[in-house]
């Protein structure tokens, strides 16, 4: 087949202790699935999903970059599932056996873009898809790890704690929410599910270390860089 131009490189994460990699198709984030003590509103009576494209996903390392037009750039910090098998209207008792693997991941948001958004009525897709906005470590077989994860997600910046809850704190446990998912449409090999974030979400700034993780599962250590310079556009 001829293309027009040369596709897109496969993106993909590294497998803990193997030389394969994960290819990574779609990513599915879940809002709200932590008690928010500030939140806006009710918490939602169905799991909330949105998108972010694979071109986001990032290995987490060295320095996280600044996104553009924003003055709010906020960390999420979350278990991210891998996805190997693919399937419709999972049942929550089978669904788990559809998880390839673990990884901790940063869904990070323009925070202005989101508040203005929803004021408004209007989709707050600027807010979550932005160049970087999915870092993520390297994905740990789910052969390697007991179940149900005993474990904490917390998050420091510049060594002061930020965010910490056990994951048992989900309102929608894994399963369920993987088989409320693929009630929507069919899950695929290589999706990938942020599952939410707990409170304590907040600004980064320039020059910020970021140092976050989840037990057994693994940390993220990033240097946020500096604000890019502002673009300007020639008239024709």
């Known amino acids: 087949m001829t293309y027009l131009f040369d596709p897109p490189a496969i993106v993909s ?5 193997s030389a394969a990699h994960f290819p990574v198709g779609r990513v599915f984030c879940l809002g ?14 169905e799991p909330v999903f ?11 390392q060295g320095e996280l970059p600044f996104p553009p037009q924003t003055e709010e750039f906020c960390h999420e910090i ?5 996805i190997a098998t693919g399937g419709v209207d999972i049942d929550p008792e089978h669904a788990l056996r559809h998880v390839f693997g673990f990884a901790v991941g940063l869904d990070l948001t323009r925070r ?12 707050w897709e600027s807010a979550k898809v932005f160049e970087a906005s999915a870092p993520m470590s390297a994905i740990v077989p789910a052969s390697e790890c007991a179940w149900p994860l005993d474990a ?6 510049n060594g002061q704690p930020r965010q910490r809850a056990h994951l048992s704190q989900q309102t929608w446990a894994l399963a369920e929410v993987i088989s409320r998912l693929s009630r929507q449409l069919p899950l695929r090999p290589g999706d ?24 057994g599962i693994g940390e993220l250590k990033l240097r946020v860089g500096p604000r890019p310079a502002r673009q300007t556009v020639n008239a024709a």
Not at 13 to 17: D, F, V
Request: aromatic letters at 6%; glycine letters at 10%; charged letters at 15%.
């Open 78 to 82: 979350e278990l991210v599932a891998a």
């Open 32 to 45: 709200r699935n932590y008690p928010w003590p500030d939140a806006y509103g009710p918490a939602p009576l």
């Open 192 to 215: 990938l599910i942020m599952t939410g974030s707990p409170p304590g979400v907040a600004t980064l700034n320039p020059g910020d270390t970021l140092h976050a993780g989840i037990d």
């Open 13 to 17: 994460l590294p497998i803990r202790g």
């Open 152 to 157: 904490d997600l917390w998050l420091q910046v």
């Open 112 to 123: 202005d873009h989101q508040r203005k958004a929803k004021a408004q009525g209007l989709p």
């Open 50 to 60: 949105f998108m972010k494209p694979a071109s986001n996903v990032v290995l987490a």
